[in-house]
């Protein structure tokens, strides 16, 4: 498991794009029948992919006995129909469908391709999967605006519920490349984004750092941007596409942001 430090707001003024990249973009998180973990000491999140048939490992890191002895996970699957079974029981997931997996299952293994986000976790709560249906859908946006999405709410306060862990999907409308703008930051959470859904080719402009001093990561489909709390998370896509947010921190409250106006950005 790869392990990224956490980064003051004043790091950031002097790093380069390569520097900018190694700390705050993930980009390889898919191998055929592997599982790839990333470590973030923001928050203490790790981020993941899993590609083909793979098991879920306890890397030395975590220095616990299984990966989930302390933690919990958020599994959102990115492609056709896939399965993944906790401590024996199979749930077969459809494409944009979640899997909360809570603190104490011993063995999860996967088959399909999966994103995953894992949070620390001080209690067990129960293992549930949601449909895009079961989701708590918010439409925002306009077509002038360029930003028509819908928000999906699936691990949060009225939805699955977990310790810290806060997750949803947003779809883009067809013709729609905005997210996220306005934008914010959160005061007392780390975010991260993973972008999917969006052909090879094309390329999300992710905006990050301070509001006062905004930088850009040219992010490609199945990569996630960690933001921690004095980031702003935003961006655009050369097409349409989707995205899994999620967030681990002080509370669990969607709307406890500190929106940014457009008009403050630098
Ligand atoms: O499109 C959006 O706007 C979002 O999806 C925003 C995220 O849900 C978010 O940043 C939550 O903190
Ligand atoms: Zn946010």
């Known amino acids: ?22 700390r705050f ?4 998180l898919f191998r055929t029948g592997e599982v790839r973990l990333t470590y973030t000491h923001e928050d203490r999140l790790v981020v993941g992919g899993v590609a083909g048939t793979a098991g879920l490992p306890c890397p030395d890191q975590l220095r616990s006995e299984y990966f989930l002895e302390r933690r919990e996970l958020g599994v959102v699957n990115i492609g056709g129909p896939g399965a993944v079974t906790v401590d024996g029981a199979r749930h077969d997931l459809a494409s944009r469908e979640v899997l909360y997996v809570g603190r104490g299952a011993r063995q999860v293994s996967f088959d399909g ?15 549930v999967k949601a449909t895009l249906d079961d989701a708590e859908p918010v439409r925002l946006g306009s077509a002038d605006g360029s930003n028509e999405r819908t928000i999906y709410k699936f691990i949060h306060l009225k939805g699955i519920q977990s310790c810290q862990l806060v997750l949803g999907v947003t779809v883009l409308e067809p013709g729609s490349m905005w997210n996220t703008m306005p934008c914010h930051t959160h005061e007392r959470r ?23 001093a905004t930088r850009n990561l040219i992010v490609a489909p199945e990569q996630a941007v960690i933001s921690p709390y004095w980031s702003v998370h935003c ?3 050369t097409r349409s596409y989707a995205f899994v947010w999620a967030m681990g921190g002080e509370n669990q409250a969607y709307d406890d942001m500190e929106p940014v106006a457009i008009g403050e950005l630098r």
């Open 235 to 237: 961006g655009f896509g």
């Open 113 to 127: 391709r999966f994103y995953l986000v894992s949070t620390p976790a001080h209690t067990s709560h129960p293992t």
């Open 25 to 28: 973009l993930v980009e390889d």
């Open 1 to 22: 498991m790869e392990s990224r430090p956490a980064t003051a707001p004043d790091q950031v003024t002097s790093m380069d794009t390569e520097q900018l990249r190694r």
């Open 190 to 212: 780390t975010e991260v984004y993973f972008y999917f859904d969006l052909p090879e080719a094309d390329r999300i402009v992710h905006l990050m750092g301070r509001p006062d």
